[in-house]
């Protein structure tokens, strides 16, 4: 059975593709991030959107397509996002 | 002997309430997650609950001193901590069980059929006991799932305090027993197991922003 992924959850997946798992140092294309986080294009489309204009994500502007690379802003979000995913997790919830 | 349980009980109780509560809420400030923001409401709750019944302790021992704490602060305390113990289950039940099933519901009214006559604290006792029996459950069974070893310290916490809210309201039949100290030594004990696996989170390396919450 297909394992049920919290928002919370594929914003994790997103940010560590794009921290750990990058094709190149530009950054990650949608396809890429769609490929690893296993989300349909429509929804990662509004998740990016969400993650660049809080700053967790940059946006690189490449002339065959858009790439996306993690922030500062974005590490410190991640790190908090681990710690407290293994705080819930001593809970038996995921956040 | 049992004024000196209820007073380490209450204030170990508020400690380890407003820690947990405290470290949910920086979670929730950082992430956002609705989970930790349950937590918070949960664990806050335990904490003033248990400071409420603590402050009646103090009251009453330093400045009233007619030798038993108002039953009305006592039953304040315990109707504050079970709708902590109510979000805790709360939060596992959005995960596994409601609305599709009625079982919670019906289990949930049980205990107040059962002591209807009694008074209100032996109600919410009885009600707490129920939330955490099922905290305790379903924090297993999750145990299961992710094999985190912390899970079981929780579990096992929320199973103590569950025992000992158990045995507090039972007392209630033999009210002179050893019964009832014995709940508080075991909540205690509940209340500790609980913050062992919380006493490890590495809040140190957390960079707390403020634009992010």
């Known amino acids: ?95 | 002997m049992e004024f000196l349980l209820e007073s380490i009980l209450n204030l170990v109780g508020f400690l380890v309430g407003l820690s947990i509560g405290v470290i949910s809420f920086i979670g929730f400030r950082n992430t956002g997650s609705p989970t930790l923001f349950r937590l918070t409401i949960a664990f806050i709750s335990i904490s003033l609950g248990f400071f409420v019944i603590w402050t009646g302790y103090m009251v009453e021992d330093f400045i009233i001193k007619s030798g038993s704490i108002e039953k009305w602060i006592q039953t304040l305390g315990i109707v504050i901590q079970t709708i902590g113990y109510f979000f805790i289950a709360f939060s596992h039940s959005i995960k596994s069980f409601f609305p599709k099933s009625s079982y919670f519901r019906s289990v949930g009214i049980f205990p107040l059929f059962l002591v209807s006559s009694v008074q209100l604290e032996h109600v919410f006792r009885s009600i707490s006991f129920i939330l955490l029996a099922y905290g305790a459950i379903e924090t297993m069974l999750s145990y299961f799932e992710n094999r985190n070893r912390g899970t079981i310290w929780v579990s096992m916490g929320l199973g103590l305090l569950a025992l000992g809210e158990f045995l507090g309201w039972y007392s209630f039949v033999f009210p002179e027993s050893i019964m009832y100290p014995i709940s508080m030594i075991i909540k205690i004990a509940g209340l500790i197991s609980l913050f062992i696996p919380v006493s490890r989170v590495p809040l140190k390396k957390i960079k707390f922003d403020e634009d992010l919450g």
Do not use: C, P, W
């Open chain 1, 1 to 95: 059975m297909a394992e049920y992924r919290t928002h919370m959850k594929i914003i994790g997946d997103i940010l560590s593709t794009t921290r750990d798992d990058l094709q190149d140092e530009d950054g990650a294309t949608i396809t890429y991030l769609i490929r690893k986080a296993n989300i349909s294009h429509s929804r990662i489309s509004s998740i990016l959107k969400t993650l660049v204009s809080q700053g967790l994500l940059e946006k690189v502007d490449n002339q065959s397509s858009n790439k996306y690379k993690i922030s500062q802003s974005g590490r410190e979000f991640l790190q908090a996002y681990n710690t407290f995913t293994n705080f819930a997790d001593n809970f038996g919830l995921s956040i």
